[in-house]
């Protein structure tokens, strides 16, 4: 197969770029060894997810419990959207891999439809990451964050987690939020979340049947809740501020350091389906203009194969470690 | 090369007859395993639960058929099949072999702070 690189005037010599080693040409063997480091980038980063996790093991939030949600439908159905993306990116990989091996039969048509079709694919995948990441933000139930960083949680008798704006009464004692204006005019404030620790506290003293959920698992694997009167005592002493959402300071589903990796780690990926669309765009219009088809090769097409197979590769893993285990 | 593309997965348990007959097999492959893992993520049975070299054995499970997908996935999709063996040694034994090492030094750290967190006196909930 003849390389994409002009003549150099020095084939046949043993570094001269002209032959193959490995049977692989320059450019194959090269993504290869860019796979093999970005490979290695992603496992720093899932590494430094799991170690993260080991030291807060008693207390990590639970995955089923954080991604429940299916755009259009009101409910609770966890797990279901992220595994309609994986198939999503996996059915991407397919058409992929059959343009290639059209590209080998030197098929024009074939290859520039399932280019094509892959790049739709693409285009979903990054579509439902970024509803999954607005999800995430905006959050559902709220919590109460504590002096000491963690947690609490509102459910009722049987459990099921009960949102803070239900519950919240009116506690006559609102500040407003500083603004530059009214106050030091070099000192700034973020705004204030929408209840205050002592709104929640009497909407818990108002409603009997609602305890407080802290995040330490126990031995079945469930979240800690609190008897009433640990619930009350809990809140009113070591409530301190009211989050809703999750951001990378606060996280109402548990320790901050989970949205901080979520963020981190999925944006990445993120990053890299993207940028895996661009180039699938300008290798699709390349094939479309015939470039490849004169160059009597569509192995540019299979290298950009071989990065987007690997984009995929990396979800099956940001799948099973951020949503599975 | 366009013909050199090995046919058979699952050591020569399923041939296939032409190599885009192999992408439509490997990806109903690749489709049950995925849902085998979401039907047991939102099961969770309580007889995997059980704890096998200091995780759940359905953790285990989950990692094991995650390998497996990856597996699939550079076996045939990014065609590791048809590379020639030093290539192939070449990529996987080195990402292999340094990510088990990362993995084992990080995860061995933070159990250890977990333990000095659990008996050592230190307060973080306050």
Same mark, same amino acid.
């Given at each position: 197969?003849?390389?994409t690189?002009?003549?150099? =005037?020095?084939?046949?010599?043993?570094?001269?770029? =002209?032959?193959?080693?490995?049977?692989?040409?320059?450019?194959?063997?090269?993504?290869?060894f860019?796979?093999?480091?970005?490979?290695?980038?992603?496992?720093?980063?899932?590494?430094?997810?799991?170690?993260?996790?080991?030291?807060?093991?008693?207390?990590?939030?639970?995955?089923?419990?954080?991604?429940?949600?299916?755009?259009?439908?009101h409910?609770?159905?966890?797990?279901?959207?992220?595994?309609?993306?994986?198939?999503?990116?996996?059915?991407?990989?397919v058409?992929?891999?059959?343009?290639?091996?059209?590209?080998?039969?030197?098929k024009k +048509?074939?290859?520039?439809?399932?280019?094509?079709?892959?790049?739709?694919?693409?285009?979903?995948?990054?579509?439902?990451?970024?509803?999954?990441w607005?999800?995430f933000?905006?959050?559902?139930?709220?919590?109460?964050?504590?002096? =000491?960083?963690?947690?609490?949680?509102?459910?009722?008798?049987?459990?099921?987690?009960?949102?803070?704006?239900d519950?919240?009464?009116d506690?006559?004692?609102?500040?407003?939020?500083?603004?530059?204006?009214?106050?030091?005019w070099?000192?700034?404030?973020?705004?204030?979340?929408?209840?205050?620790?002592?709104?929640?506290?009497?909407?818990?003293?108002?409603?009997?049947?609602?305890l407080?959920?802290?995040?330490?698992i126990?031995?079945?694997?469930h979240?800690?809740?609190?008897?009433?009167?640990?619930?009350?005592?809990?809140?009113?002493? +070591?409530?301190?501020?009211?989050?809703?959402?999750?951001?990378?300071?606060? +996280?109402?589903?548990?320790t901050?350091?989970?949205?901080?990796?979520?963020?981190?780690i999925? =944006?990445?990926?993120?990053?890299?389906?993207?940028?895996?669309?661009?180039?699938n765009?300008?290798?699709?219009?390349?094939?479309?203009?015939?470039?490849?088809?004169?160059?009597?090769?569509?192995?540019?097409?299979?290298?950009?194969?071989?990065?987007?197979?690997?984009?995929?590769?990396?979800?099956?893993?940001v799948?099973?470690?951020?949503?599975?285990? | 090369?366009?013909?050199?593309?090995?046919?058979?997965?699952?050591?020569?348990?399923?041939?296939?007859?032409?190599?885009?007959?192999?992408?439509?097999?490997?990806?109903?492959?690749l489709?049950?395993?995925?849902?085998?893992?979401?039907?047991?993520?939102?099961?969770?049975?309580e007889?995997?639960?059980?704890?096998?070299?200091?995780?759940?054995?359905?953790?285990?499970?989950?990692?094991?058929?995650?390998?497996?997908?990856?597996?699939?996935?550079?076996w045939?999709?990014m065609?590791?099949?048809?590379?020639?063996?030093?290539?192939?040694?070449?990529?996987?034994?080195?990402?292999?072999?340094?990510?088990?090492?990362?993995?084992?030094?990080?995860l061995?750290?933070?159990?250890?702070?977990?333990?000095v967190?659990?008996?050592?006196?230190?307060?973080?909930?306050?």
């Amino acid at each position: 197969m003849d390389t994409t690189v002009a003549n150099t =005037g020095t084939e046949g010599k043993t570094w001269g770029g =002209g032959n193959e080693p490995l049977k692989s040409s320059y450019g194959k063997m090269m993504m290869w060894f860019f796979i093999v480091s970005d490979a290695l980038t992603f496992s720093g980063f899932l590494a430094a997810y799991g170690f993260s996790r080991f030291k807060f093991i008693d207390s990590w939030p639970i995955a089923d419990e954080v991604f429940t949600h299916i755009p259009f439908f009101h409910g609770n159905y966890p797990m279901i959207y992220v595994a309609f993306m994986t198939f999503v990116l996996i059915m991407s990989s397919v058409t992929m891999v059959l343009a290639v091996d059209a590209g080998h039969h030197m098929k024009k +048509n074939k290859v520039i439809w399932y280019m094509f079709l892959t790049i739709i694919g693409g285009l979903i995948f990054v579509g439902s990451q970024a509803w999954e990441w607005g999800t995430f933000i905006k959050g559902d139930y709220g919590a109460v964050q504590t002096k =000491g960083g963690n947690i609490l949680q509102l459910v009722d008798n049987e459990g099921h987690r009960v949102a803070v704006r239900d519950i919240a009464l009116d506690a006559h004692g609102e500040r407003v939020q500083h603004e530059r204006k009214n106050g030091l005019w070099f000192v700034d404030e973020a705004v204030l979340p929408s209840y205050t620790v002592d709104e929640v506290y009497n909407g818990l003293v108002a409603n009997p049947n609602v305890l407080v959920r802290t995040q330490t698992i126990n031995e079945e694997g469930h979240k800690t809740v609190l008897s009433r009167e640990e619930s009350l005592k809990q809140l009113k002493n +070591n409530g301190k501020l009211v989050v809703e959402g999750a951001n990378l300071h606060v +996280n109402e589903y548990g320790t901050s350091l989970f949205a901080d990796f979520f963020f981190f780690i999925t =944006g990445f990926h993120g990053f890299h389906v993207f940028s895996g669309v661009v180039i699938n765009i300008i290798i699709f219009f390349n094939v479309i203009l015939g470039t490849y088809e004169r160059r009597g090769s569509y192995e540019m097409v299979e290298k950009v194969g071989l990065y987007w197979h690997f984009v995929d590769l990396v979800w099956v893993f940001v799948f099973t470690f951020f949503y599975l285990v | 090369m366009a013909d050199a593309h090995k046919l058979e997965i699952l050591r020569g348990l399923i041939k296939f007859k032409s190599n885009t007959q192999k992408i439509w097999g490997v990806l109903i492959l690749l489709s049950i395993i995925t849902a085998v893992e979401v039907v047991l993520g939102i099961y969770k049975p309580e007889a995997l639960m059980a704890k096998v070299v200091g995780m759940k054995l359905l953790n285990w499970i989950f990692i094991i058929l995650t390998i497996v997908k990856a597996y699939y996935i550079t076996w045939d999709f990014m065609h590791m099949r048809d590379e020639v063996k030093a290539l192939r040694r070449m990529v996987v034994w080195t990402a292999i072999f340094l990510i088990c090492y990362l993995i084992f030094i990080l995860l061995q750290e933070g159990g250890y702070i977990e333990s000095v967190y659990t008996n050592g006196f230190v307060k973080k909930d306050f």
